[in-house]
T-cell receptor
Framework: EAGVAQSPRYKIIEKRQSVAFWCNPI?????LYWYQQILGQGPKLLIQ????????DSQLPKDRFSAERLKGVDSTLKIQPAKLEDSAVYLC?????????????FGPGTRLTVT | GQSLEQPSEVTAVEGAIVQINCTYQ??????LSWYQQHDGGAPTFLSY????GLEETGRFSSFLSRSDSYGYLLLQELQMKDSASYFC?????????????FGKGTKLSVKP
């Protein structure tokens, strides 16, 4: 079974530029999550999708971050414009459904550096 | 508010047993998960406790006491490959969806 795929793996941009990350979850997983992980800390949930609908985006900085999950499969997370404090690893995860939220499968992440 | 506390670092020797504690304060608590993350790698699921008691999976065991808002991960017969960060994560249910709130992680170093 293929795991969660993410791209790119690394990205370096200047502040005020825009960037997009892509995620393909495990086939059949209805729930998709985007996390931000700052060095030395645990993952912090940004947004959660159930199929193609948003169920929790309470911690997403909506003035600069946006995400979508078209057709309930792939998802993209965008930052525009980026700030220095956005430097982090962006992790995508998926689970079978809401009843399996305790067991999430993570992708390798995208390491973003904002200079 | 919601908070999780776990030690920042633990060091142990190969073959030993180590316990990583986690205390939490949260509303909407449903259960406690544990994840392992090697440097530069993705978090991987280890175990989940929804009920009080001990869950055993090979060399790893996890314990939960809901009345004490406390849990721990027990790693036995430590191997060098167990050197990693370990995160406890509270499963919260608010509204219609569950989501995980992660602690800051415990960095385990296994020495020969």
């Amino acid at each position: 079974e293929a795991g969660v795929a993410q791209s790119p793996r690394y990205k370096i941009i200047e502040k005020r530029q825009s960037v997009a990350f892509w995620c393909n979850p495990i086939s059949g997983h209805a729930t998709l999550y985007w996390y931000q992980q700052i060095l030395g800390q645990g993952p912090k949930l940004l947004i959660q999708f159930q199929n193609n609908g948003v169920v929790d985006d309470s911690q997403l900085p909506k003035d600069r971050f946006s995400a979508e999950r078209l057709k309930g499969v792939d998802s993209t997370l965008k930052i525009q414009p980026a700030k220095l404090e956005d430097s982090a690893v962006y992790l995508c995860a998926s689970s079978l459904g809401r009843s399996n939220s305790y067991e999430q499968y993570f992708g390798p992440g995208t390491r973003l550096t904002v200079t | 508010g919601q908070s999780l506390e776990q030690p920042s670092e633990v060091t142990a020797v190969e073959g030993a047993i180590v316990q990583i504690n986690c205390t939490y304060q949260t509303s909407g608590f449903y259960g406690l998960s544990w994840y392992q993350q090697h440097d530069g790698g993705a978090p991987t699921f280890l175990s989940y406790n929804a009920l009080d008691g001990l869950e055993e999976t090979g060399r790893f065991s996890s314990f939960l006491s809901r009345s004490d808002s406390y849990g721990y991960l027990l790693l036995q017969e430590l191997q060098m490959k167990d050197s990693a960060s370990y995160f406890c994560a509270v499963l919260n249910y608010g509204g219609s969806q569950g989501n995980l709130i992660f602690g800051k992680g415990t960095k385990l170093s296994v020495k020969p």
